[in-house]
């Protein structure tokens, strides 16, 4: 209960510990009023000013609490638990180098939980410092030797460092310890080869695009060098000829649609990430996004399609026939299905890699497109993407429904 005095510091001082007394207690709302009116009376008070951007972080309300945050532990560095809410807050809002540097300070003061370790392998991970974030995560298991999801994040950067028998270990040390057994399944045969998934889970691929929507089309560009939407349609941009509906499949930010958007006349789109989607709407480019997996909206309208482009897309996909028979239902006569594969030379019809991508067999792809009377108008070879500074290359295909 707060003080009756006219004194401003004294009501401040009563009201701080309120807040303190309802943060303790799990009641964050009375926290954060007792918190501002404190700070209302103690304008600047690093200490309150903490305890406030605490609060706010734990509320989810990240750049509030970045604000609060800055100002509090530049005036009294000495506030580990303030360093580590201003680590985690810059990292919901994707602010990854600053949110490194606000971890570590923390994680130096002795706030080292396993929770935080995990946060900042992950930051370094997105920063492209995997080795470092190795060491961040085997912090983390020092602390929590039973942390499925640190075995799990162990998994995935040994894959990285083409550690794969060390990979395999931590993947089946996160499944014994709760960790989804489907996904991780998933990760095992990527690594092991011996089988291969007809399709990946789907929370692998849309976690996937979801975490990299932020800076997607630098990282896709700049970082892996990546081409594929390009030379797939440069050659229908060459040709001018009009497509009154495109359908994009997998659209991500709208690479594809921004290529061909002078020849359609309508451009619909689908992807399994809710932030793409949010993204693709946000271009202006299309009719309708859908936010869905790619058989539930091809079979949605029965509206003919003039161009059904898959750009890099099916290397998340896996196996294709239901794809393909869905894609032969929407094309219109005399329509274009232009698509590109991750080459695979070896006996299977599809291959899933250490990548986590699915390679394809070129005999598959011609014995899906004789089955649904596709006739392939057009198919090379070019480069994909790079991969650690290493040339993908790819198959690409434009495919033709005879008049």
Same mark, same amino acid.
């Given at each position: ?68 945050? +800055? ?104 499944? /014994? ?52 939407? +390009? ?71 029965? +509206? ?64 899906? /497109? ?34």
């Amino acid at each position: 209960m707060t003080l009756a005095t006219n004194d401003p510091l004294a009501r401040a001082r009563a009201l701080f510990f309120d807040g303190t007394a309802h943060f303790e207690a799990g009641r964050l709302e009375a926290a954060r009023d007792s918190f501002a009116a404190a700070l209302a009376l103690a304008p600047g008070r690093p200490s309150i000013q903490a305890n406030l951007g605490v609060t706010l972080f734990r509320m989810e309300q990240w750049a509030q609490a970045v604000a609060l945050l +800055e100002p509090a532990v530049a005036a009294e560095p000495e506030q580990p638990d303030a360093w580590l809410a201003l680590g985690l807050s810059l990292k919901a809002l994707g602010h990854w180098l600053p949110a490194e540097q606000a971890l570590q300070k923390g994680l130096d003061q002795g706030r080292g939980t396993a929770q935080a370790w995990l946060a900042l392998a992950h930051i370094q991970e997105r920063l492209g410092r995997e080795v470092a974030a190795l060491q961040a995560v085997e912090r983390a298991l020092q602390l929590e030797p039973e942390s499925a999801e640190a075995w799990s994040a162990r998994g995935g950067l040994l894959l990285l460092a083409h550690l794969q028998d060390e990979a395999v270990r931590s993947f089946e040390r996160a499944i /014994a310890l709760g960790a989804d057994e489907s996904l991780h399944r998933f990760y095992l045969a990527s690594v092991r080869g011996d089988t291969t998934p007809a399709q990946p889970p789907r929370a692998y691929v849309e976690t996937l695009f979801d975490q990299y929507a932020d800076n997607f089309e630098q990282h896709l560009t700049q970082v892996l060098k990546y081409c594929g939407h +390009e030379v797939l349609l440069q050659p229908l941009v060459d040709a001018g000829r009009a497509y009154p509906l495109v359908l994009d499949l997998g659209c991500g930010s709208g690479l594809c649609a921004r290529m061909v958007q002078a020849q359609a006349g309508a451009i619909d789109g689908v992807d399994v990430s809710a932030a793409m989607v949010t993204q693709a709407r946000a271009t202006g480019l299309y009719r309708r996004v859908e936010h869905a997996d790619l058989l539930p909206f091809l079979a949605s309208s029965d +509206e003919p399609a003039d161009l059904v482009m898959a750009a890099d897309v099916f290397i998340y996909v896996g196996a294709l026939d239901a794809v393909f028979e869905a894609v032969r239902r929407r094309l219109r006569p005399g329509g274009c299905f232009a698509f590109s594969v991750e080459r695979h030379d070896g006996p299977q019809d599809l291959q899933l890699l250490p990548s986590m991508r699915y390679a394809h067999a070129p005999t598959y792809v011609q014995r899906l /497109a004789d089955a649904q009377g596709l006739r392939v108008r057009r198919q090379w070879e070019g480069l994909l993407r790079q991969d650690q500074d290493r040339p993908i290359p790819g198959l690409y295909f434009h495919l033709e429904l005879p008049a």
